[in-house]
């Protein structure tokens, strides 16, 4: 059974850093293209930042570039992304997901397994 477990949301002020993490079980993500993704209230969930399988070509949503960091952790069959210089807009659930698809694009419709999200907040 494939599962994707977020973690290490929370509550930052403006500037700060966070790290997220998706453990993932019931397959080997090395063989998968995995991404994070993000929603806002009220706003559709957008790709913030992907991988894909094979080549390992990686795509970051453009407000996050310079910022985020996705890497993946084949040993521990993990996910990560770091986060930095975090901005009030970076406010949302995030989600890890995963697809079979050889070259997806980095959009909701293209990632088939998804794990239950993990809330950002940045605020002052």
């Known amino acids: 059974q494939v599962q994707l477990v977020e973690s290490g949301g929370g509550l930052v002020q403006p500037g700060e850093s966070l790290r997220l993490s998706c453990a993932a079980s019931g397959f080997f993500m090395k063989n998968y293209a995995i991404g994070w993704f993000r929603q806002a209230p009220g706003k559709e969930r957008e790709g913030v930042a992907c991988?894909?399988?094979?080549?390992?070509?990686?795509y970051y949503l453009d407000s996050v570039k310079g910022r985020f960091t996705i890497s993946r952790e084949n040993a521990k069959n993990t996910l990560y992304l770091q986060m930095n210089s975090l901005k009030p807009e970076d406010t949302a659930v995030y989600y890890c997901a995963a697809t079979g698809l050889e070259e997806p694009m980095c959009v909701m419709r293209d990632f088939r397994s998804w794990g239950q999200g993990t809330q950002v907040t940045v605020s002052s």
């Open positions: 991988i894909r399988r094979g080549d390992g070509r990686i």
